[in-house]
């Protein structure tokens, strides 16, 4: 048994020469092919046209950044205050929206390709639109900064689409922002308002019942010849409204008819209608309730996006050592090849 091992070893040892030697006297075939292979990655890196890539990073907003959000907005007036999360949620939800893709696909991608591109069937060009920008969330639990990438031909072109995306997708949570406060507003200003519709009917129902109350003192006043209250001394409450109101009459008949003239001829109940001015300044303060959209912000860029000056693609050193190994392979197994073939009998 350990002669047979001897054997195979030594027949083993044999053929690595043997294959060895093989490759040696086709060295110059070998080398061709190597050389081969680099200058197909060397055209390959000549021809290809260069890729650059932009890249931006955004953040949650600063607290001020949002302030503005939240004016008007505390335990008084039932609005809860909007946090940096909850606004920052909004900008992360369009920037990774597929309308905003889409949006921007038709309006700025589609414009920038040539005629025979455009040719191209859309499901085609969009899959190809996913690879030149991406939306990447954060790489860590806990991180909330987000990165939009984008790789062209144009150095230029990845800056400038790479800021208008972030951009275009901080307008629009700015805008349901802005809205979600001014219909919040709008809700509560309709609020205020029927509560002073109430206020206002109540106090006129009020009225018309003090003058009807009024009215049915006066008559008695006047069946008894009462005109001016009696000389003795009675307590100005029983005179007003008595048990029930039934002592008012003792008023007199003068004064009864120039409270009822007086209620008669009022224009309005407002100065008398208790808690209606506090309602009217909430309600002229959230019907005067804007948000400016310079004031606010929705995102922080972090960093300044720089204009690419080296492109990511082609990877020249990598094609290049590619192209050697994979001419220097294929050289190789061409000589086995021939090999096998030269020792298979006629």
Aim: aromatic share 10%; glycine share 4%; hydrophobic share 40%.
């Amino acid at each position: 048994m350990r002669v047979d091992s001897k054997k195979d070893y030594g027949r083993e040892d044999f053929e690595f020469q043997r294959f060895v030697r093989a490759i040696f006297r086709q060295k110059l075939f070998v080398i061709g092919f190597t050389v081969l292979g680099a200058a197909l990655a060397a055209s390959y890196v000549f021809l290809a046209s260069p890729v650059y890539e932009a890249k931006v990073f955004v953040i949650p907003p600063s607290q001020s950044d949002i302030s503005n959000f939240n004016y008007g907005r505390m335990k008084e007036s039932e609005l809860v205050p909007y946090t940096v999360k909850d606004v920052y949620d909004i900008y992360t939800r369009y920037l990774q929206a597929e309308s905003l893709r889409l949006e921007f696909f038709s309006t700025i991608y589609m414009p920038s390709l040539s005629s025979e591109e455009k040719k191209k069937p859309r499901d085609v060009l969009y899959s190809h639109f996913s690879e030149v920008l991406r939306v990447v969330p954060p790489l860590r639990d806990g991180s909330d900064r987000y990165s939009v990438v984008v790789q062209t031909t144009s150095p230029e072109r990845a800056r400038e689409w790479v800021v208008e995306y972030v951009a275009q997708a901080g307008e629009l949570a700015k805008n349901e922002m802005i809205k979600n406060v001014s219909i919040e507003s709008e809700v509560r200003a309709r609020n205020l308002e029927q509560q002073i519709s109430s206020l206002r009917e109540k106090s006129t129902k009020a009225r018309e019942d003090s003058i009807v109350r009024l009215s049915e003192a006066l008559r008695i006043a006047e069946s008894i010849g009462l005109e001016k209250p009696p000389s003795i001394t009675v307590s100005q409450s029983v005179i007003a409204g008595g048990e029930a109101g039934q002592l008012t009459y003792m008023r007199g008949s003068k004064a009864l008819k120039a409270e009822i003239e007086s209620l008669q001829a009022r224009e309005s109940d407002d100065p008398f209608t208790d808690r209606l001015r506090d309602l009217q300044d909430r309600l002229n303060f959230f019907n005067g309730l804007k948000t400016e959209p310079a004031l606010v912000s929705v995102y922080r860029q972090d960093g300044v996006v720089e204009l690419p000056d080296s492109p990511v693609k082609p990877n020249k050193a990598l094609v290049l050592v590619l192209g050697v190994i994979a001419g220097l392979m294929s050289g190789i197994a061409v000589v086995l090849f021939r090999g096998l073939f030269a020792l298979r009998p006629e």
